[in-house]
């Protein structure tokens, strides 16, 4: 967002405002898409696919990759508030 338009009082372009607000992600995704392309696509068996299992593999292993890592941040996210639970209460614990 340009800060000019901002004290202007004037609203931002849609394309600035999702830009800003989406750039980062997309270019995360694109990157991903990539690298997943030119990993699967060096595998004698990706060409022999017909081109709808070839996108629609690429796909899967997109969504799946994205899937594990959520899953990864989910467990870390969950050990932590239970390492924390767990020394809270051992500092609670009168001796």
């Not at 990539?34 to 060409?47: A, G, H, I, L, N």
Request: hydrophobic share 35%; glycine share 4%.
């Amino acid at each position: 967002m340009e800060k000019s338009k901002m004290q202007n009082g004037m609203k931002p372009s849609q394309k600035d405002r999702v830009a800003e607000k989406t750039g980062g992600m997309t270019r995360w995704f694109m990157e991903q898409y990539f690298q997943t392309y030119e990993m699967v696509s060096k595998d004698p068996r990706y060409k022999q696919l017909p081109q709808f299992n070839q996108t629609s593999m690429l796909a899967t292993v997109f969504i799946a990759t994205n899937a594990a890592l959520d899953k990864i941040r989910d467990a870390k996210q969950v050990a932590k508030k239970l390492e924390e639970i767990s020394e809270s209460e051992k500092n609670t614990k009168v001796a």
